[in-house]
């Protein structure tokens, strides 16, 4: 093959294009003209929308385990101070009832002290108030204990009051206490005096677990008594003043096969949880004493002496 046949050009994988430093200015002028272009004519925004809508769909996949986690952990954070707050308001609620229940407790204790230094404030005779300490730990009687005693001018025998009623008598005096015997004890006995009829009888205490009250005994059949009936103090033993309220005729039974009825009270005294008394001298101590009888002149020396 001759010389002047042969092909000289460099083969297509030796061939070079434009230099590098063309293809940047190239690229840069493109891209400035670009820029001023979408600058000034917006001409690149309906392909960023076509983008990002084709786009969003991965970016959600991509960013949505990222969010799961967060949300996560934002509900057990969330659960944990949920459940710290509602233990909280809990024990607010508690203390809040506990508070109430105190609050009510004090009022009614006021009101029924208020009520005993009223009653005590209309008594003549001598009277001091006292607080019920507990109850007697005989189960078979109805006794309480109260803060006061022979130190204080406790007697024997006083009767004791509430803001309702006749609640009971001293029967036991110590130096600082008092053992106070409850009307509806089934020792203790009463004298009364039926207001509407002016009847007097004895009340005696029948303590039931159920309902202690106290029993009008040895009264006819016939006897003018009806439910309702108020009884007070007929002061005739010498030991509670007189008018002071003691019961009210609850139920009546007369049997005919007795001679006597059942006449059943209910007392007025809250035997059952009262907290301040009222402990009133008994009425003989407010009696003065009988003077001496005066001795007779010896008629029989006077006229030896003449």
Not at 108 to 123: H, K
């Amino acid at each position: 093959m001759p010389l002047g046949t042969l092909d000289r050009s460099p083969p297509p994988f030796f061939k070079q294009g434009a230099s590098a430093l063309s293809k940047f200015l190239l690229f840069s002028a493109l891209s400035v003209f670009l820029m001023v272009l979408d600058r000034r004519f917006m001409v690149t925004q309906p392909v960023r929308a076509v983008l990002s809508t084709v786009v969003y769909p991965l970016q959600q996949a991509v960013v949505q385990p990222m969010l799961w986690l967060q949300n996560g952990s934002q509900y057990f954070e969330q659960l944990q101070t949920v459940q710290l707050e509602r233990d909280r308001l809990q024990s607010s609620v508690i203390q809040g009832l506990q508070r109430s229940a105190q609050v009510e407790q004090l009022l009614l204790e006021n009101q029924r002290l208020r009520s005993v230094l009223e009653l005590r404030d209309r008594f003549v005779s001598t009277s001091q108030t006292a607080q019920v300490l507990y109850d007697a730990a005989d189960p078979y009687t109805r006794k309480v204990v109260i803060d006061k005693g022979a130190l204080q001018g406790v007697r024997l025998g006083s009767p004791v009051l509430d803001e309702s009623g006749v609640l009971g008598q001293v029967t036991r005096v110590y130096p600082a206490l008092s053992e106070v015997t409850l009307v509806t004890d089934r020792e203790q006995a009463i004298p009364i005096l039926n207001t509407r009829t002016g009847a007097r009888a004895v009340a005696f205490g029948t303590p039931g677990y159920t309902s202690p009250g106290l029993e009008l005994r040895y009264m006819a059949t016939n006897a003018d008594v009806q439910p309702g009936d108020v009884l007070t103090t007929s002061g005739v033993d010498g030991v509670y003043p007189p008018g002071l309220p003691v019961a009210q005729v609850d139920h009546i039974e007369r049997r005919v096969e007795s001679s006597f009825a059942r006449i059943v009270c209910k007392p007025l005294a809250n035997t059952e949880g009262t907290l301040h008394v009222l402990v009133v001298q008994p009425a003989s101590a407010e009696i003065p004493e009988r003077p001496a009888p005066e001795v007779p002149p010896d008629l029989s020396k006077k006229g030896k002496a003449k």
